[in-house]
């Protein structure tokens, strides 16, 4: 079975697709995660959306909050950034869901926050197509590592590093892309070199560890 960990819409390519929940869409897919990304940060409207948050987040087909995080390439304040991402890392550990991050040049930042409120649930980081030191810097903090369609562009971060960040840690989406699911899997088992039905297993097994569902 496919699953996708992160899309921004349901296109029924993948047994599991976990949507990244748009509050604007009434529809809900089957699973969903929702959080409040650090591009469409607004001040005044950020204690209506995590009280909004909140609510959606405790429905059980809600498996994550996020995708949340860190950007230093975009405008908005980093420090109402932060202060936002603290707030989902809070709200994350008193359900215990698991987080979905974005990062954009802020990792330091983003193990600080994490650790500064006692994490304890389960990271993934998700688009990850960054260095080397950066993978180990992460992996370290025992997190996980969703790989999209970085993966097909020969020479990228993500298509060197898949191999070193552990088959036990590994996840595959397509964010926002157009690029199938199916397409990813069949570029991350090449670069990995197994098989694709051992690769498919793999990830089942942890979505089922990591989500604590049975799928
Ligand atoms: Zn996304």
Not at 83 to 96: D, G, H, K, S
Not at 187 to 203: C, H, M, P, T
Request: net charge negative; proline share 2%.
């Amino acid at each position: 079975m496919f699953i996708n960990i992160h899309t921004h819409r349901q296109i029924y390519d993948a047994k599991i697709e976990l949507v990244n929940h748009n509050p604007e869409s009434t529809e809900k897919s089957n699973f969903y995660s929702y959080g409040l990304h650090p591009w469409h940060l607004q001040k005044e409207d950020v204690l209506w959306q995590l009280d909004n948050l909140r609510r959606v987040s405790g429905e059980k087909k809600c498996l994550a909050i996020g995708e949340c995080g860190l950007d230093k390439v975009c405008p908005v304040d980093f420090e109402l950034q932060t202060e936002v991402f603290e707030e989902q890392i809070r709200l994350a550990n008193a359900i215990q869901k698991p987080l979905i991050i974005h990062c954009v040049k802020a990792f330091n930042e983003l193990i600080n926050c994490l650790n500064m409120n006692d994490n304890n649930v389960p990271v993934i980081i998700h688009g990850f197509n960054n260095n080397e030191n950066i993978a180990k810097t992460l992996s370290d903090q025992g997190y996980s590592f969703s790989f999209g369609k970085a993966l097909l562009s020969y020479d990228s971060n993500a298509s060197k590093v898949i191999r070193k960040t552990g088959r036990k840690r590994l996840f595959l989406e397509t964010d926002d892309s157009d690029v199938s699911i199916k397409y990813v899997y069949k570029k991350a088992s090449e670069l990995l070199g197994i098989d694709e039905e051992i690769l498919k297993e793999q990830i089942k097994a942890n979505f089922e560890n990591l989500f604590q569902v049975r799928v």
